[in-house]
Nanobody, 121 residues
């Protein structure tokens, strides 16, 4: 059964860092692009970042460029999101998801259950 498990969320002070992990099981990650998304209370879900199957193409939302870094370790079937210089507006549930294709994150067909990130002093 195809499954994602996100981890690494928690409470952090503004300016702090967290590293989220997305571990996949039931399929091989290296055939698909993977995205990180987030949904803040009262807001729509937004795409934070996407990485192609081989890791050579990455994209970021303008709001996180220069602060977040997406990476993947296909041998471990895991994708990461390093989040630095966190701001209160980064508070959200963060989800990873599998794309239907190898490069873009426009069509996501499987989702994890999410991990909560809270940025507060």
């Amino acid at each position: 059964q195809l499954q994602f498990v996100e981890s690494g969320g928690g409470l952090v002070r503004p300016g702090g860092s967290l590293r989220l992990s997305c571990a996949a099981s039931g399929f091989t990650l290296d055939n698909y692009a993977i995205g990180w998304f987030r949904q803040a209370p009262g807001k729509e879900r937004e795409r934070v970042s996407c990485i192609s199957n081989g890791g050579s193409i990455t994209t970021y939302a303008d709001s996180v460029k220069g602060r977040f870094t997406i990476s993947r370790h296909n041998a471990k079937n895991t994708v990461y999101l390093q989040m630095n210089s966190l701001k209160p507006e980064d508070t959200a549930i963060y989800y990873c998801a599998k794309a239907a294709g190898r490069v873009n994150c426009g069509n996501m067909d499987n989702w994890g259950k999410g991990t909560l990130v809270t940025v507060s002093s």
